[in-house]
């Protein structure tokens, strides 16, 4: 059983995980307006990577015995000035989320919540490599900023991301990867 602080706020980063999945459809079709279908493609598959987010936290809500309480979702933004200025948009949404996950942290731990806390874990792992990705493109953008060239070629490079659903993850009942 969850404590009512604990269900809150794990409730909380439900709402806030599909926010991000909704974030990075958002570029995704952005991207694809302007013709970025490799960019598209990179956030086609982060946006696929929050709803699994997600879902786990859904999955763990419920099988700690509580129910997940899912809240209207703020519309994302629709355009952004260049391609760099959505990633540095996205990278420091993976900033706010990592805020997000320590705070869960400190909390289950203020609260002596050794499973949640033990869950959350798998959470800060994800956040370095969610952070990193994020930024690694960014840093792309802005060594190719003037070469079309290169800017072609990174968007090719970026088309090639796939989708993995992580190992033990429970997309629905009955049906784990």
């Known amino acids: ?62 099988e700690r015995g509580e129910q997940t309480i899912l809240k209207p979702l703020e519309g994302p933004p629709i355009s952004w000035e260049t391609p760099l200025a959505a990633f540095e948009d996205a990278y420091s949404h993976e900033l706010k989320v990592t805020d997000l996950i320590n705070n869960l942290v400190n909390l289950a731990i203020e609260e002596k919540d050794h499973a949640t806390n033990n869950f959350l874990q798998w959470f800060v792992s994800e956040q370095v490599e ?25 968007d090719q490079e970026l088309g090639k991301r796939m989708f993995n659903i992580p190992v033990g993850t429970t997309i629905v009942a009955g049906v784990t990867a």
Do not use: C, P
């Open 1 to 62: 059983m969850l404590s009512e602080r604990m269900e809150k706020a794990l409730n909380e980063q439900v709402n806030a995980e599909l926010y991000s999945a909704y974030l990075y459809l958002s570029m995704a079709s952005y991207f694809r307006k302007i013709n970025l279908n490799g960019f598209a493609r990179w956030m086609e598959v982060q946006s696929l990577e929050e709803v699994t987010h997600a879902m786990k936290f859904y999955n763990f809500i419920n």
């Open 130 to 154: 969610e952070e990193a990705s994020a930024n690694e493109v960014v840093q792309k953008l802005l060594l190719v900023r003037d070469g079309q060239g290169s800017f072609f070629m990174l």
